[in-house]
């Protein structure tokens, strides 16, 4: 499928944005295209199989490092960065494309907080790494086993049914509980959690952490076995009197709602953009269907009713694009924006300030208290209320509205394929197991509407001020 | 209680107890072993069609007592329940056809390389049946794998029949096909090159129209049997999980989706069930409306999975709270015999195979 308007348009006034759909085009053919039906029927079986020589190869491409800032050596992509690659990589494979996607949520964390001391100890790794061919994949871990919907949105947290906390002790946090159904949990290197210091006050004392993979006390549980996205993990993690030191606390106590708001602010436009993709793969391969099909003396897509079908969901695809090519984009200008302020200033003054901030010394004064709290009220406090609500507004309304949109395009691909779409080598019913997800995960759909009526509906016209 | 429903009832604790147990392995299980694995079940029931029920002793049930039997069966398991419809249709199709005593379980086979009913009329078969051989380049046959006769859709000269044959050496069967859902029921690609015939039936239009009834009926039932499953499953569900305070069977978006979902089934199950009271083997009316019910069932019982595992949330959609299978196999039998899109047109394109009302 071509770029649609809404995306040549991107494209052609953001360079980044076209080198990004052309490497995530290459790549998927390439890559993701001749191995998603067999990794998926391999995961069937054996959903601890992780397919890293894929993801290494993902290396090549930047992928990895794509979200990174440029000063930290990565590729300094954006909110719609982000999205346009996972567009283009879920045509292809949405369970293989969110090992990607997934690391880029773990990864928002810790970028969206501006804690500068974590930059230099841990993003700036993912480059660095990347270029000598190691993925290192970051996770970010919110859902816990009796909370879902109540640990995505500040206003339900005080009724939230908490299975993990965290408790001060001297020098650091102990992390007690269990987090689950967490992409890349079992595979990331570093993964971002959040979690309450005290259960009763869950909104005001919900704070961040980074925990690196092998830290005492922290393990993997269960991998579960889903019914689509398979090739990348969900996974439980248990924390069991798991010692993390204060400098691991993503920026200051009890910041951690905020931060979980401005990440799902982020986050939810790739998502849509993942369901935008799993739809057009679906598309794509019923309109490949139709076209070969014989129907007596002509082909399947001479009929009107599969004429009109394919039109509908094309019509669902532009749709669907120009949600999440919004809501990116309004995320970068209007929350992203002033959360970095000038690009410029701020990579010339990141640059210039690197030798002394990576020097021992420099770690010292980034990861102290009085250092985190200056940070956050100078970037994260600047930050006012109502954008971040209307950003997180319109996110979610390209999520849910993408995600519908997907599962019912699948149906339709579905319907077109008739009975030969109940079988798997058709490798339609695959987009819509893959894009069901869609529907449930960052926020279940009924969450993210909750979220369009308070920023958008209620909050009135905050989005347009 | 009827006799029908004592059947459901034994067939209700047969599937808990027998069945249960082997349905995460069904799931898996390539489509080969499945099969033996089903048949070997289900003996102990003597249901016919099924190994383990020739003769005299297996008794006949009405079709109105089949949808219902296989609509109990679907609730345990689809897949099972699915594999008994199939093997319905191919053992009174045989009966149609003449060949009552023709060994069990009979496979049915549809083609799935060409549409079989294109835009210009009349039915689109590949199969040939020249010389007492007949040469099939047939696809994806549920049931082949565990068939003891197959009867293949085909042409003699102009006109349309049932060509049967016996699984042997000019009968080949490809590897088992996996399927979204109903995974229980084996799969396989059919090619016969040049197999000697058991038998050869001309069908007639009407014929046809009668089966793809009947397929519908049962399938449908399967995908009804299913989607109140996992209705269930939700509601159960969403009267112990707490969000924001209270169980979220109390959020309204919730209970509007279980509701709603809930009533539509229920009129979709109410034309099943009248469409299979008066499913008879001579009026086209009957079979017209068995294929409505199919129509009106099948995207019901998808949206009732969908929102069931949306309910559950990630839960849902993970393999080992079951409600994931629920949904593939809502959706996979919305695609079988035929998507609702096809069945709907076939019924108006002048009536069901160019049949009026009255056939």
């Known amino acids: 499928m071509e770029p649609s308007s809404a995306l040549a348009r991107v494209v052609a006034h953001d360079t980044r944005a076209g080198q990004v759909l052309e490497r995530g085009r290459e790549f998927r053919r390439r890559y993701l295209d001749p191995v998603a039906a067999e990794v998926d029927r391999r995961m069937l079986l054996d959903p601890h199989y992780h397919p890293e020589e894929l993801v290494r190869r993902g290396c090549e491409y930047g992928f990895l490092s794509l979200p990174i800032p440029a000063f930290l050596g990565g590729g300094g992509g954006l909110s719609l960065h982000s999205a346009v690659l996972m567009e283009e990589l879920c045509a292809g494979c949405a369970g293989l494309a969110n090992i990607f996607g997934a690391h880029y949520l773990g990864i928002s964390g810790l970028l969206l907080s501006f804690d500068l001391n974590l930059f230099d100890r841990f993003l700036r790794q993912v480059p660095a790494a990347e270029r000598r061919g190691e993925p290192l994949l970051f996770a970010a871990a919110i859902t816990e086993p009796t909370a879902g919907t109540d640990v995505e949105d500040v206003d339900l947290l005080p009724k939230a049914r908490l299975s993990m906390g965290a408790r001060k002790v001297a020098g650091g946090y102990v992390l007690d509980g269990r987090k689950c159904f967490i992409s890349n949990g079992s595979v990331a290197r570093f993964t971002m959690l959040t979690c309450a210091l005290d259960r009763k006050r869950p909104a005001e004392s919900m704070s961040g952490f980074v925990v690196p993979a092998g830290t005492p006390g922290f393990s993997v549980g269960r991998v579960e076995l889903k019914l689509g996205q398979r090739a990348c993990h969900a996974a439980e993690l248990v924390f069991e009197d798991c010692f993390v030191p204060d400098d691991l606390r993503i920026g200051t106590e009890g910041g951690g709602a905020r931060l979980i708001e401005v990440v799902l602010a982020a986050s939810r436009a790739p998502v849509a953009a993942i369901a935008t993709g799993i739809a057009r793969g679906a598309y794509e391969a019923a309109l490949a269907f139709a076209r070969q099909r014989p129907d007596g003396a002509g082909r399947l897509v001479d009929r009107q009713w599969v004429q009109q079908a394919l039109a509908d969901m094309h019509a669902s695809l532009e749709l669907g694009r120009q949600a999440y090519l919004e809501a990116g984009a309004n995320f970068d200008t209007r929350v992203g924006g002033p959360l970095l302020g000038n690009p410029a200033v701020t990579e010339t003054a990141m640059r210039l300030s690197a030798p002394l901030r990576q020097s021992a010394l420099g770690l010292r004064l980034t990861g102290s208290e009085a250092f985190k709290r200056a940070t956050t009220q100078q970037v994260l406090t600047r930050l006012e209320h109502a954008p971040v609500a209307a950003a997180l507004g319109l996110s979610s309304l390209a999520k849910f509205s993408c995600s519908d949109l997907a599962v019912k395009v699948c149906l339709r691909a579905l319907e077109i394929l008739g009975p030969a779409g109940a079988l798997e080598r058709h490798a339609v019913e695959k987009r819509f197991r893959d894009a069901k997800l869609t529907q449930i995960y960052e926020g279940t759909n009924q969450l993210n509407r909750q979220a369009v009526f308070k920023g958008l509906v209620d909050g009135g016209d905050a989005w347009t001020r | ?359």
């Open chain 2, 1 to 359: 209680m009827d006799e029908v429903s004592a059947l459901e009832t034994t067939v209700a604790r047969f599937m808990k107890k027998e069945v249960a147990p082997h349905v995460p392995a069904l799931d898996l299980e390539p489509a080969a072993p499945a099969a033996v694995t089903v048949s070997r079940l289900l003996q102990p029931l003597g249901l016919p069609g099924l190994p383990g029920a020739e003769g005299a002793d297996a008794e006949e049930l009405e079709p109105a007592a089949l949808v219902r039997l296989v609509e109990t069966m679907a609730a345990e398991c689809a897949g099972v329940a699915a594999f008994v419809a199939y093997a319905q249709v191919g053992r009174l199709l045989a009966a149609r056809c003449g060949l009552a005593a023709a060994p069990v379980p009979v496979a049915f086979g549809w083609l799935e390389a060409r549409e079989p009913f294109p835009a210009d009329g009349g039915v689109d078969v590949a199969a040939r049946v020249a010389d007492e051989r007949l040469t099939a380049d047939e696809r994806a046959v549920p049931l082949a794998p565990a068939a003891a006769t197959l009867g293949i859709l085909a042409r003699r000269g102009p006109d349309l029949c049932v060509a049967w044959v016996a699984p042997g050496p000019r009968v080949e069967l490809g590897a088992p096909l996996a399927l979204l859902g109903v995974r229980a029921v084996p799969c396989a690609d059919v090619r016969v090159a040049g197999a000697p015939l058991l038998a050869c039936t001309p069908l007639q239009a009407r014929d046809l129209a009668w089966v793809i009834g009947l397929e519908s009926l049962l399938l449908g039932a399967c995908a009804c049997g299913t989607a109140a499953a996992a209705l269930a499953a939700a509601a159960a569900y969403a009267r112990d999980r707490y969000q924001g305070g209270t169980t979220i069977d109390r959020h309204e978006p919730v209970a509007l989706m279980l509701a709603a979902n809930r009533a539509n089934l229920d009129g979709a199950h109410a034309a099943l069930l009248a469409a299979a009271d008066g499913f008879a083997p001579d009026e086209p009316r009957s079979w017209r409306a068995a294929v409505r019910a199919k129509v009106a069932t099948a995207p019901v019982a998808t949206a009732a999975a969908l929102d069931a595992v949306q309910v559950l949330g990630g839960y849902g959609y993970m393999r080992d709270y079951g409600l994931e299978k629920r949904l593939r196999d809502a959706v996979a039998l919305g695609l079988l015999p035929w998507d609702a899109t096809r069945l709907a047109l076939l019924d108006r394109a002048g009536g069901l195979l160019g049949l009026d009302e009255d056939g």
